[in-house]
């Protein structure tokens, strides 16, 4: 099941299925001609769907259709029977009838609608001019010590993936999976994920089941020039491959992403040894020690992010060999984060003077605000509403009135706090969850958003940022010493 049809997020073999299904139960009101050759007609392509579809793996959003499809199947085939044995057909009375056909019916639409609220993601296409390529590294730290373990001799390790501009690979080449790189740990992960948020796994069972449009281990576009670079730090328990829409999109356009994934922290972490590495942060309940926790995290996870610009570093200056080797330009980094990783990009531009631009994915500024932002930053946030927290505004503003670079807080109508992620794709279209932009919208204008920012920052690009940022929402931009 690897093609889904747009709109519907069902594959055609299950959209087969689905109409096979309702014809079987609408056959039962058709003429008494026609009814025969329908009836027969309808359970034949259900039958084979269903079969061919058993094989490949059936989507639990699938089993209401299956229930109304074995309920209506005996009352259309008996009629056809008993005339075929010569016996007189039998049929039910319409006011019996009715109701029966209402509840198969009913049955079958849940299919399509749970389909729909729980589907297998559809990527949207990278708009670049460069394919994209993706693979995933593993580096531990020999100077820093692993703080979430008792092991003194532990050090601090952690999971990267890369997303670059590569050449176009061969007609039919495997596209990547989603969540992992083996359909094994994309379920591992899918589970880690939905179990954090106290949701049974099989709900959100299609996003591993996903292919996104960027090839493992492609090979890098053109023999020379160097590329900028975007570290990301996901949300609390949040993994790599949270923004892979995003990182695909700012690949095709000639960036280099790199997506860490946090040990401990990230809600599952495959390691190259084989071994998981499951979540051990947790929030309290009280917010003063909630708050010096986030602090203490958001502070690892800081660390992190700097270790991996210095990993990065070593690959553009061949220390390290890769396909990317001296294809890196460290001279121009951006550090960004959802949620608490946009904290965490907020503190490492803090502390680490080669990060040259931030981008903050609506995170609540997490441990101390000095020294200042030295860096030009972009801060995106959901729509404010009275459920907000009150401290986050005023935390977040004071941060960037602060910076002694030009700072933008852009505030995007109808976004809330998963918008600035993958989850609108294949998370139910609640609007208190992921937003009332859509799944087409969504990561369109966080894309755009971002891609205008670093286009100017990094790239240098004349274009009036704040005229083109405020297309988008509300946009407060920040200068040294004149802030409006």
Known sequence: MTEIITGLYMSPLEFLALLG?????????????????????????????????????????????????????????????????????????WWLALPGSAVCLGLITAGPV??????????????????????????????????????????????????????ESPAGAQRAQYLGRTGHEARIVSDALAGQVGLPGFLVDGAPQARTHAVFNAAVVGRSGRFPVVLFSPGSGGVRTQNTAWAEELASHGYVVAALDHPYDSAA????????????TASTGDREKDDLLAADWTAVRAAD?????TQLDRLARGEIAGPLTGRLDTSRVAVTGHSMGGAAALQAARQDGRFDAVIDLDGYPHGPTSPSLRQPTLALTQAITPGTDPHYLPRLTKALKLSTATSYRLTIPGAAHLTFMDGPLYLPPVPSIVGSLGRTESPRVVAATTLAFLDTTLRHTPDDLADVLSTYGDLHVHRPGNSR
């Open 21 to 93: 299904a309702v014809v079987l139960v609408v056959a039962r009101w058709l003429p008494a001609a026609a009814r025969p050759r329908v009836t027969i007609a309808a359970g034949a392509v259900f039958v084979l769907s269903a079969i061919v579809l058993s094989v490949a793996g059936i989507r639990w959003q699938l089993l209401p259709v299956w229930a109304g499809a074995a309920f209506a199947l005996p009352f259309a085939f008996a009629p056809l029977l008993r005339r075929r044995s010569g016996r007189p057909a039998w049929r039910a009375r």
């Open 305 to 309: 992010l700097s270790f991996v610009l």
């Open 269 to 280: 972490v495959v390691l190259s040894e084989g071994r998981t590495v499951h979540t051990r």
């Open 114 to 167: 749970a389909a729909w609220s729980f589907p297998v993601p559809v990527f949207p296409e990278p708009s670049g001019r460069f394919a994209v390529g993706t693979r995933v590294v593993q580096w531990t730290d020999p100077h820093r010590p692993e703080t979430f373990t008792a092991d003194r001799h532990d050090r601090r390790t952690v999971v990267v993936q890369l997303w670059y501009p590569a050449r």
